[in-house]
């Protein structure tokens, strides 16, 4: 018996489904002899699995079929990865209808654009709902899918059914419409001149902020107004944001701003399971969060936070995975260094609790973590009457940020610059010998990235040496407060 010849397999580029988003597969399609029928290789789910059952259908209400004594073998590449998704069902029917000559290849660029969507038993094409993802994916090719009245950040060749695959209507993208919307703010909520100019430093330079004071001072008030005042995120972070938000199922358009209770567990901070997903910091990546009376929190939280905070991105691995998450995210953390909450260093406190419960407490904080914040300040109750609307701290921020771009020429936020480039900004009149002591290399750094806030909000292209005294008193004076309590005033309370 002479061998039958067998054609060579069609390949259709998709997309599947992974944990954090759309992952490009290749779609082998090839008949053998056989039973009509269609089998899927290649780990797929269950799901993706059923589909076979309605591709037999939609094809036969449109006029197509399986070929008779064929088998269609269907191999998703590549072979060892797990695959779920909602639209590979047209990539599998246009394939076996190209492979079996049903329709024209010349009519489909196979080797440049993708194919993405779900199909009805009776052969209309639907754009699935997870296509979403692919708009916040680095993205450009065409994608063949359904009809949709949403909007996409590449081209869409809109087709309605199989047998009007040759007649796609092509839609254009619409980027524009992923951008970030303006927050809203109480533009007349006021604050007294040195909490003012703590908002405009923060929210110009994106420093991390630890505020800690007694309880009813306003602390939760004051981070709150200040997410509401920040610049708006990169595009690219915001995208990077949306499509966490959308994998959670809610939808963002503002800047983020998650505030997460203080009963979180480190894994829901940071992420973790199996599959691995990603945590709060994920949803707050390009955007602020919000830890409100942070010595409330696990301390194992504390520990987790540490890398994300300081490199912006978080790699969290599990047997047989590993995955990368974004979390770069602006820290604003509050906190009460007592449990009843009155207790002040080097102020008259009426704090009730005991010598070791108040050790206990502030041993919480531990030196590390504290070392993350570029800024903390030990808040007092300011004694000036003169106050700034947050309008009017909102507006000084953007005179900064446009001083920044347009005489500067500087781009990314100031917490991201490197010593060796905030040293060559320093004036000339200052040298090593006065810039003030820092006992670690983060805190020398915070005080240079601070002190560039605040010759920027000043309008000054150099730092001068009362910048750098400022941050000095922004960055360690309070810190030096607490711990000359820890070691010194302690044993006397």
């Given at each position: 018996?002479?061998?039958?010849?067998?054609?060579?397999?069609?390949?259709?580029?998709?997309?599947v489904?992974?944990?954090f988003?759309?992952?490009?597969?290749?779609v082998?399609?090839?008949?053998?002899?056989?039973?009509?029928?269609?089998?899927?290789?290649?780990?797929?789910?269950?799901?993706?699995?059923?589909?076979?059952?309605?591709?037999?259908?939609?094809?036969?209400?449109?006029?197509?079929?399986?070929?008779?004594?064929?088998q269609?073998?269907?191999?998703?590449?590549?072979?060892d990865l797990?695959?779920?998704?909602?639209?590979?069902?047209?990539?599998?029917?246009?394939?076996?209808?190209?492979e079996?000559e049903?329709?024209?290849l010349?009519?489909?660029?196979?080797?440049?654009?993708?194919c993405?969507?779900?199909?009805?038993?009776?052969?209309?094409?639907?754009?699935p709902?997870?296509?979403?993802?692919?708009?916040?994916?680095?993205?450009?090719?065409?994608v063949?899918?359904?009809?949709?009245?949403?909007?996409?950040?590449?081209?869409?060749?809109?087709v309605?059914?199989?047998?009007?695959?040759?007649?796609?209507?092509?839609?254009?993208?619409?980027?524009?419409?992923?951008?970030?919307?303006?927050?809203?703010?109480?533009?007349?909520?006021?604050?007294?001149?040195?909490?003012?100019r703590?908002?405009?430093?923060?929210a110009?330079?994106?420093h991390?902020?630890?505020?800690?004071?007694?309880?009813?001072?306003?602390?939760?008030t004051?981070?709150?107004?200040?997410?509401?005042?920040?610049?708006p995120?990169?595009?690219?972070?915001?995208?990077?944001?949306?499509?966490?938000?959308?994998?959670?199922g809610?939808?963002?358009?503002?800047?983020?701003?998650?505030?997460?209770?203080h009963?979180?567990?480190?894994?829901a901070?940071?992420g973790?399971?199996?599959?691995?997903?990603?945590?709060?910091?994920?949803?707050?990546?390009?955007?602020?969060?919000?830890?409100?009376?942070?010595?409330?929190?696990?301390?194992?939280?504390?520990?987790?936070?540490?890398?994300?905070?300081?490199?912006?991105?978080?790699?969290?691995?599990?047997?047989?995975?590993?995955?990368?998450?974004?979390?770069?995210?602006?820290?604003?953390?509050?906190?009460?260094?007592?449990?009843?909450?009155?207790?002040?260093?080097?102020?008259?406190?009426?704090?009730?609790?005991?010598?070791?419960?108040?050790?206990?407490?502030?041993?919480?904080?531990?030196?590390?973590?504290?070392?993350?914040?570029?800024?903390?300040?030990?808040?007092?109750?300011?004694?000036?009457?003169?106050?700034?609307?947050?309008?009017?701290?909102?507006?000084?921020?953007?005179s900064?940020k446009?001083?920044?771009?347009?005489?500067?020429?500087q781009?990314?936020?100031?917490?991201?610059?490197?010593?060796?480039?905030?040293?060559?900004?320093?004036?000339?009149?200052?040298?090593?010998?006065?810039?003030?002591?820092?006992?670690?290399?983060?805190?020398?750094?915070?005080l240079?990235?601070?002190a560039?806030?605040?010759?920027?909000?000043?309008?000054?292209?150099?730092?001068?040496?009362?910048?750098?005294?400022?941050?000095?008193?922004?960055?360690?004076?309070?810190?030096?407060?607490?711990?000359?309590?820890?070691?010194?005033?302690?044993?006397?309370?």
């Open positions: 018996m002479l061998p039958l010849h067998l054609g060579s397999p069609m390949f259709i580029k998709s997309f489904k992974t944990e988003g759309f992952r490009p597969v290749s082998e399609v090839a008949l053998v002899p056989g039973v009509s029928q269609i089998q899927i290789l290649g780990l797929a789910d269950q799901l993706i699995k059923e589909s076979s059952r309605r591709i037999i259908s939609a094809l036969r209400h449109q006029g197509f079929r399986v070929p008779p004594g064929k269609v073998l269907v191999n998703l590449h590549p072979s797990r695959k779920s998704g909602q639209g590979l069902d047209l990539a599998i029917a246009l394939g076996i209808l190209l079996s049903q329709i024209e010349q009519n489909f660029k196979t080797q440049e654009d993708y993405y969507g779900s199909l009805s038993l009776k052969g209309e094409v639907i754009a709902s997870d296509l979403q993802l692919l708009n916040y994916e680095n993205f450009s090719r065409k063949m899918s359904g009809q949709s009245d949403k909007s996409w950040r590449f081209t869409v060749e809109e309605t059914e199989l047998r009007s695959l040759n007649e796609r209507s092509v839609k254009e993208p619409c980027p524009e419409s992923f951008s970030c919307q303006e927050t809203t703010f109480n533009e007349d909520i006021s604050f007294e001149q040195p909490m003012a703590l908002l405009a430093m923060v110009l330079g994106e991390p902020l630890l505020i800690a004071g007694y309880a009813g001072c306003g602390k939760t004051l981070v709150e107004n200040l997410a509401t005042v920040l610049n995120p990169a595009p690219k972070a915001f995208l990077e944001a949306k499509k966490c938000w959308m994998l959670s809610r939808d963002l358009q503002t800047r983020p701003v998650v505030q997460p209770h009963s979180a567990t480190p894994a901070m940071i973790g399971g199996r599959p691995l997903k990603f945590g709060e910091i994920s949803l707050a990546h390009g955007g602020a969060l919000i830890l409100d009376e942070l010595l409330e929190f696990n301390p194992l939280v504390q520990s987790a936070l540490r890398e994300p905070m300081e490199k912006g991105v978080i790699y969290l691995s599990r047997t047989g995975a590993r995955q990368m998450f974004p979390a770069d995210t602006l820290v604003l953390a509050t906190t009460n260094l007592c449990p009843c909450g009155h207790f002040q260093p080097g102020a008259t406190y009426k704090c009730q609790c005991s010598s070791l419960r108040l050790r206990q407490y502030i041993e919480k904080l531990t030196g590390p973590f504290l070392d993350r914040f570029a800024i903390f300040h030990l808040y007092e109750k300011p004694k000036l009457d003169f106050k700034m609307t947050l309008k009017e701290i909102k507006d000084w921020v953007q900064g446009e001083f920044q771009k347009q005489i500067r020429g781009e990314k936020v100031n917490q991201k610059l490197c010593v060796s480039e905030l040293l060559d900004e320093l004036d000339e009149s200052i040298t090593d010998t006065l810039i003030p002591y820092s006992k670690s290399h983060r805190r020398r750094q915070s240079l990235r601070v560039r806030t605040l010759a920027d909000l000043e309008t000054s292209e150099t730092i001068k040496q009362a910048h750098l005294e400022e941050a000095q008193r922004w960055t360690a004076s309070d810190i030096y407060k607490l711990e000359r309590f820890r070691m010194e005033d302690f044993a006397m309370r």
